[in-house]
Antibody, heavy 124, light 108 residues
Framework: QVQLQESGPGLVRPSETLSLTCSVS????????WSWLRQSPGKRLEWLGY??????????KYDPSLNSRLTISIDTSNNQFSLRLTSVTAADTAVYYC???????????????WGQGIQVTVSS | EMVMTQSPATLSVSPGERVTLSCRAS??????LAWYQHKPGQAPRLLIY???TRATGIPDRFSGSGSGTEFTLTINSLQSEDFAVYYC??????????FGQGTRLEIK
């Protein structure tokens, strides 16, 4: 069955870069769309961005509020994708989730598989 | 910005009861709405997409309805494993997508 597992540091210092990886098993990352989301304490789930690898090209889309700080990449050889968020502040403290979009003629905007989430705290 | 509002915030019910959770969009999302179940420490679980289509493996006691701006998730004959937080999510003209703030279903 399809499983997603987030990994990365639980603590990041302010102004540094947060890097997380989502390892996918049970299905190839190609050609699905894969997203990162997060939920900060007391706030709603927030979509951060997606990536897809189709026909030897990577396609990405980011939430405009994070556009300049966020990079999502994909590693088809290791069947995983990653998030890189620069210049983090306390506002980036959240549980981060990776998730898959179902595919079809066009990818759907909802998520059929999720990871269980990883807590990331930004603090000195 | 599209805002999704869920009500109530918390619902206390007994096993075996029927419950209806509401989700309202600040503007029409047509039928592009999904519902998720989330238990602490677990991955969120897709229940409903397209406002009313059950995801694979979801029991038929879960049903979704609505279109435009008003949506409901109904759970018939609540089981112990159904006590969780439920989120609605719109994906009309995505990205972006937006989520409701959640309804917590707790045991009375």
């Amino acid at each position: 069955q399809v499983q997603l597992q987030e990994s990365g540091p639980g603590l990041v210092r302010p102004s540094e870069t947060l890097s997380l990886t989502c390892s996918v098993s049970g299905v190839s990352v190609n050609p699905f769309y894969w997203s990162w989301l997060r939920q900060s304490p007391g706030k709603r789930l927030e979509w951060l961005g997606y990536i897809s690898h189709i026909s030897y090209r990577d396609y990405t889309k980011y939430d405009p509020s994070l556009n300049s700080r966020l990079t999502i990449s994909i590693d088809t050889s290791n069947n995983q994708f990653s998030l890189r968020l620069t210049s983090v502040t306390a506002a980036d403290t959240a549980v981060y989730y990776c998730a898959r979009h179902p595919t079809g003629i066009q990818p759907a905007g909802y998520f059929d598989y999720w990871g269980q989430g990883i807590q990331v705290t930004v603090s000195s | 910005e599209m805002v999704m509002t869920q009500s109530p915030a918390t619902l206390s019910v007994s096993p075996g009861e029927r419950v209806t959770l509401s989700c309202r969009a600040s503007q029409s999302v047509r039928g592009h709405l999904a519902w998720y179940q989330h238990k602490p420490g677990q991955a969120p679980r897709l229940l409903i997409y397209g406002a009313s289509t059950r995801a694979t493996g979801i029991p038929d006691r879960f049903s979704g309805s609505g279109s435009g701006t008003e949506f409901t998730l109904t759970i018939n004959s609540l089981q112990s494993e159904d006590f969780a937080v439920y989120y609605c999510q719109q994906y009309n003209n995505w990205p972006p997508v937006t989520f409701g703030q959640g309804t917590r279903l707790e045991i009375k």
